[in-house]
Each structure stands twice: as C-alpha cells, then as structure tokens.
C-alpha cells in the first residue's frame, strides 16, 4: 500500500513524498495443518471432528513427512506425512499432534458413544400369529443412534436380565424368565449409518411372545424385559450403553401386543395365522 507525506518548506511549494509499508513476511508455520477425513463414507461430512468411539480417521500434515502422537486411541504410524487415527472405545476429547518441517499441528476430536437404539419392522415381514392363541411377533431392523457420526467399527450384544410381569402373565412360565437363553450374549457388527436413524446393524431382531395360552379366561397383563444393551471395540472390555424394553401386553379378549425400541405389532386372538 502507498502513502503520502507532505513537506514543508520556506522556500518553495510543499511537496508530496512517497512512501512505503514494510512488506509483510508470513511465517512459514502459517502453512502447518492437518487434514481430516473419515473413512466412513457417511455421515457425508468426512472432515468432522466429532466421531463416534472406534471410528478411523485418516489425517494427513501439510508439510510432508511428521512424527504423531495422540492422547488417546491408536495411530498406525508414529511417522509419516498420513496416518490413521482409530478413535478410542470411550468417549472422550483426542488431541492429535503432528511435528515437521520445524514446525508442527493439532487437531482435536470429540469421541462419543452410542446413546441409544431404534429398531423398526423389517421391510417385507409380515406379523408373526397363531389363530386362536395369543401371540404376536416382529421381526425389525436395528439402529444405533446418533446418526451424526458412525459406529461401524464396533460390535454390540444384547445382555440378560429376568422377565417382569403384572395381571395375567403372574405366575406363569413368563414369570421372571431370563433373556439370556432367548438371543443375549450374541456378539454383531455394525454397518454404515441411514440418515435419520443411525448406524445399521447386520442383523436382524425378532421380538415374539410365543404361545402366551395359560388358560382361559384371559385378562389384562404385561410382560416386559428391560435388556441391557452393550458394545466393544476390537473384542475389548464391552460397556453397556442402553437399556431397550422389549414389551407385550395381552387384554380379556387374548388380543396382543408388542413393542421393542419404536417397532410395534398387534395380533387379534382369531387373526388368520401369519409368519414373517
């Protein structure tokens, strides 16, 4: 930029004097970054600092080759100009620096958990029902939410826990029967995320009554397990996350219900019989 003096003189006319700023020199650490990219192709937003526990994110120094560090999690290199983190298995703040070229970045991350379960009917299944018995059965999809980052590198299983009951299942074989020999401690992996729902899990969940006939005549009753849901990164020490309630309701007329984390059914005691 140019600026203008004026001078002063006795003698003759004032004159206009050029002169000039000092040119700016810009410190070559200015440059000094590190770029982020997700290896999960969704979310879409790949260069986002918030992750879900597990995730691996590929970073890469501006300034060539570096030596890393992390507070948390793995690194696949101690040097290089890209490596890649694998977020922890907790949730937490990760700060990732790199060192070169006399110079040197950080990045921080923000790590968290699932923070819960949405499951819905799985598409192309029907009810399951036996005519003339009370039962009611749905076979859904699983997801786990928030859908903002991705858990596509961990595993969850459900855990087990002891059937609560009221009215009409009192008593019966229902009567504080155990989740864990009906599909607990069964270890799946978890795909990419849906936008809006989460995470897709490779697995499907059935939730059935089974035969709920224990003698006429019927009554109002409910039946709820409150199972404990967990995850692991890398077969590691599992932390539960979740408490999803798999529920049925049967009324006086044998009609009944079922319900598990936003999937839903219900099957009237004469409707026809039907399968998944």
């Known amino acids: 930029m140019t600026t203008w003096k004026t001078v002063a003189s006795s003698s003759t006319t004032p004159k206009e004097v050029k002169t000039r700023t000092p040119a700016q020199v810009s410190s070559p650490?200015?440059?000094?970054?590190?770029?982020?990219?997700a290896q999960a192709v969704r979310p879409a937003k790949?260069?986002?600092?918030?992750v879900g526990v597990g995730e691996q994110i590929d970073l890469t120094y501006s300034l060539g080759s570096a030596a890393w560090t992390t507070t948390k999690g793995t690194l696949t290199s101690p040097n290089g100009q890209m490596v890649t983190?694998?977020?922890p298995d907790r949730a937490g703040s990760v700060t990732v620096t790199a060192t070169g070229g006399g110079c040197s970045s950080t990045v921080t991350f923000t790590v968290i958990e699932p923070s819960g379960v949405l499951m819905q009917r799985a598409p192309g299944t029907n009810l399951a029902h036996t005519q003339g018995?009370?039962?009611v059965g749905v076979r859904t999809e699983i997801f786990l939410q928030p859908?903002?980052?991705s858990f596509q590198f961990i595993e969850i299983s459900e855990d087990d826990c002891p059937g609560l009951v009221t009215g009409y299942f009192v008593g019966t074989p229902l009567d504080g029967?155990?989740?864990g020999t009906h599909g607990a401690g069964t270890w799946v992996i978890v795909g990419s995320p849906v936008a809006g729902k989460g995470s897709k899990v490779i697995a499907n969940d059935t939730a059935y009554t089974g035969y709920c006939n224990f003698g006429t005549p019927y009554s109002a009753g409910t039946f709820?397990?409150?199972i404990p849901w967990k995850f692991r990164l890398n077969g590691g020490a599992d932390k539960v996350f979740a408490t999803v309630h798999q529920r049925f309701t049967i009324n006086a007329a044998g009609d009944m219900t079922v319900s598990k984390a936003?999937?839903?059914g219900a099957a009237q005691l004469n409707d026809p019989t039907s399968t998944y």
């Open 147 to 149: 859908d903002t980052v």
């Open 46 to 50: 790949r260069d986002r600092t918030t």
């Open 262 to 264: 936003g999937a839903n």
């Open 29 to 37: 650490c200015s440059r000094a970054s590190i770029t982020i990219r």
């Open 177 to 179: 029967v155990r989740h």
């Open 224 to 226: 709820d397990w409150p």
């Open 85 to 87: 983190l694998q977020a």
């Open 133 to 135: 018995i009370p039962s």
